[in-house]
């Protein structure tokens, strides 16, 4: 099992920064590509930002390629997501997930995952 906890939503005018982390305990993290997706009511959890279980290679959607930067510090089993220049239609539920050794931008395919944190950028 891998435990995660989300930490660092809240409210920001558009233009705006928030820093998200995701502390992860249980299994070997080093082993784990760790991944950010969000969702909006009614919607699909969306894919956001992964990174792979060496920390080497990163992955972004398209919709935040520029803005947003995932990193991983496997010493403090915590992942981050930097997300700059934030837009109203960034607003979303973000989770934290992690599957075991390689990414995919598919939620379905991901194992453990945070209970959440609330992201919301004004207009």
């Known amino acids: 099992q891998v435990q995660l906890v989300e930490s660092g939503g809240g409210l920001v005018q558009a233009g705006g920064s928030l820093r998200l982390s995701c502390a992860a305990s249980?299994?070997?993290?080093?082993?784990?590509?760790m991944g950010w997706f969000r969702q909006t009511p009614g919607k699909d959890r969306e894919f956001v930002a992964a990174?792979?279980?060496?920390?080497?290679?990163?992955y972004y959607a398209d919709s935040v390629k520029g803005r947003f930067t995932i990193s991983r510090d496997n010493a403090r089993n915590t992942i981050f997501l930097q997300m700059n220049i934030l837009k109203p239609e960034d607003t979303a539920v973000y989770y934290c997930a992690a599957r075991r050794l390689y990414y995919s931008d598919q939620a379905d395919r991901w194992n453990y995952w945070g209970q959440g944190t609330q992201v919301t950028v004004s207009s």
């Open positions: 990174v792979g279980f060496g920390g080497g290679t990163a």
């Open positions: 249980g299994r070997t993290f080093s082993d784990y590509a």
